[in-house]
């Protein structure tokens, strides 16, 4: 698709993605939603400076087209899911660009049950954005829509995730990376309400400092929280709260692929792993598969994006999936990646287990692993390059079973990501630079 990628339409706030777009993305909804009953749409976004501005332009357009719009104000994308699908939405939409920096922005819609929206509406929207589509009817009169502050969606969503929680947390001293993002009103609340002694970090939003230097993609800053408080363990989470990454007692960073690897033998000791199945994507460290392999866990592997996860798991019932991002999704709670849940699930685990969070990751042993990104002018040319399979098979070959080698255009960018798992090192930096050496000598990188 021209705007719509995996994770909704994103680009640089007032450049690639711009009001007007918001404007027209806020009309066909208002329209489409509005054919046999008054249209109900709830929107939250993040504490990008930017974010105003979508949402006002947003709204704009759906009452224009005499839906109406509900406003959760700033809050995480997995409430605005859960508000969609227990309210009787229509569909929902979170105004956020994730992990981006601030001058970033997106536009995420989701369906009335809570996942991502189907991509026959996303095209329909852009070929409305080119005006392929004609003009559509304004509303008029009593028909036009309404706006509605719609906070106490939040607040229940904030009451459900209190509610997951099986055992006090009291005792349980806590750090909180929020990212100065979404999370910052809530995570605390949630924690705090739990009964655990809670430290955070990075919960003072301006608009321009959301993931700067903190949160899920820059994990130091929670690391060091851990060590100098000596809490027992810490999260961190990114800028719209879907994903998270722990960290242990010592400092120990506990990622996504960690997650699902804590998580899936728990729920298999105790007979909830529907299928014996986890879900995983192209990009989960090799260690995972080994350790999955080790405890008796089958698993799936798809592309990279949440999407591809979810998609995978509704097919075939699974109830855990995600990626190595943090981005993990328990669908028995929630029909996305959620920050928020996936800390509390970690924290039931340890607490029934009555153990640490070091000693669960234990059984997993994480291959070094190094990405590097070559700008390219045509992606399909470089995967479809002849030499550059050859120099890929002939790496494959010398790796054998302990490592892999991995080359994936980026869903977003012009970008090729050359990725090498090794028992070193050394070894992933000698063949990555070996496959990025071919592409370079075959004239396609930039």
Known sequence: MKYFGTDGFRGEAGKVLTADHAYRIGRYLGWYYNQDHKGRIVIGKDTRRSSYMFEYALVSGIIASGSNAYLLHVTTTPSVAYVARTEDFDCGVMISASHNPFYDNGIKILDGNGHKMAAKVEEAIERYIDGEMGELPFSTGEDIGIATDYAIGRNRYIGYLISLATRSYSGKRVGLDCSNGSSFSIAKSVFDALGAKTYVSHADPNGLNINKDCGSTHID??????????????????????????????????????????????????????????????????????????????????????????????????????????????????????????????????????????????????????????????????????????????????????????????????????????????????????????????????
């Open 221 to 446: 800053s929670l690391v060091e929280l851990v060590k100098e408080k000596e809490l027992d363990l810490g999260f961190a989470f990114d800028g719209d709260a879907d994903r998270c990454i722990a960290v242990d007692n010592t400092g120990r960073i506990i990622d996504g692929d960690h997650i699902i690897y804590i998580c899936g033998k728990y729920l298999k000791n105790r007979n909830k792993l529907d299928g014996n199945h986890v879900v995983v994507t192209v990009m989960s460290n090799l260690g995972l598969f080994k350790a999955l392999e080790q405890a008796d866990i089958e698993y799936d592997v798809t592309a990279v994006g949440d999407k591809y996860v979810s998609e995978d798991m509704e097919k075939n019932g699974y109830v855990l999936g995600g990626e190595q991002s943090g981005h993990i999704i328990f669908s028995r709670y929630a029909t996305t990646g959620d920050g928020i849940l996936t800390a509390i699930m970690l924290m039931e685990t340890v607490l029934e287990s009555k153990t640490t969070l070091k000693t669960l990751a234990g059984g997993m042993k994480k291959y070094p692993q190094l990405l590097k990104n070559v700008r390219v002018e045509d992606k399909k040319a470089v995967l479809d390059n002849e030499s550059v399979r050859e120099c890929c098979k002939d790496i494959e070959e010398q790796l054998g079973e302990n490592g892999r080698i991995l080359l994936r255009e980026s869903g977003t960018e012009p970008l090729i990501r050359v990725m090498v798992e090794a028992e070193t090192d050394e070894l992933c930096r000698r063949y990555v630079d070996q496959m990025i050496s071919c592409i370079k000598e075959e004239g396609l990188a930039l």
